[in-house]
Nanobody, 127 residues
Framework: QVQLVESGGGLVQAGGSLRLSCAAS????????MAWFRQAPGKVREFVAF????????YYLDSVKGRFSISRDNAKNTVYLQMNSLKPEDTAVYYC????????????????????WGQGTQVTVSS
């Protein structure tokens, strides 16, 4: 079993930055594809960013490209989401998810692909 705990959320003004962390425990996630999803009030949960288990491939939601960056530190069993130039429409609960071990990564944007989820961290961007 893998437990995921997100942190780093909060309230920030538009144009500001936040860095989310997702700490894994229970087993190493070094062979897992890791992703961030988000869910705004009244909306479905949507894919935000993915990093494959080697760290060599990343994918992003179009609306966050150039502003968000996903990374991983396998030594710390942690995945990060650096969010810059935040907009009010980025307001949501952000969830970390893990798929593996050694996933194909072909369906990285599908919720059903992921085996483990964190409890989420709230990000609120004020205008």
């Amino acid at each position: 079993q893998v437990q995921l705990v997100e942190s780093g959320g909060g309230l920030v003004q538009a144009g500001g930055s936040l860095r989310l962390s997702c700490a894994a425990s229970g087993r190493s996630v070094s062979s897992y594809g890791m992703a961030w999803f988000r869910q705004a009030p009244g909306k479905v949960r949507e894919f935000v960013a993915f990093i494959n288990w080697t760290g060599g491939k990343t994918y992003y939601l179009d609306s966050v490209k150039g502003r968000f960056s996903i990374s991983r530190d396998n030594a710390k069993n942690t995945v990060y989401l650096q969010m810059n130039s935040l907009k009010p429409e980025d307001t949501a609960v952000y969830y970390c998810a893990a798929d593996g071990p050694y996933p194909s990564g072909n369906y990285y944007d599908r919720l059903s692909e992921y085996d483990y989820w964190g409890q989420g961290t709230q990000v609120t961007v004020s205008s």
